[in-house]
Nanobody, 121 residues
Framework: VQLQASGGGLVQAGGSLRLSCAAS????????MGWFRQAPGKEREFVTS????????NYADSVKGRFTISRDNTKNTMYLQMNSLKAEDTAVYYC???????????????WGQGTQVTVSS
């Protein structure tokens, strides 16, 4: 499975961005998917995840109410809508996939290359 994240950029605090993660080389509709991020000098952290059907989602407390994960299995693509962005959301965002198909922060088998999100205050 290959994952390609896109949609990052520079945005002012309070603004919005939508990230996309396109998958290829596998059966996307069987995969659990997630977003992680890594800020400079910090460890990679879980942001959000979605089950194979889209029926189960999980969010880190830091993004609840601001970020929304979704997926379109007909397009083999996952999305992350980020609203009310804060300077502390600045990081490289990575998409990931796991073959077990569930949601949650663990068990990912495949990783994308990352896309930079920079929020200016």
């Amino acid at each position: 499975v290959q994952l390609q994240a896109s949609g990052g950029g520079l945005v002012q605090a309070g603004g919005s961005l939508r990230l996309s993660c396109a998958a290829s080389g596998g059966t996307f509709s069987y995969l659990g998917m997630g977003w992680f991020r890594q800020a400079p000098g910090k460890e990679r952290e879980f942001v959000t995840s979605i089950s194979w059907s889209g029926g189960i989602t999980n969010y880190a407390d830091s993004v609840k109410g601001r970020f929304t994960i979704s997926r379109d299995n007909t397009k083999n693509t996952m999305y992350l809508q980020m609203n009310s962005l804060k300077a502390e959301d600045t990081a490289v965002y990575y998409c990931a996939a796991k073959v077990l198909g569930g949601s949650g922060p663990y068990g990912y088998n495949y990783w994308g290359q990352g896309t930079q999100v920079t929020v200016s205050s």
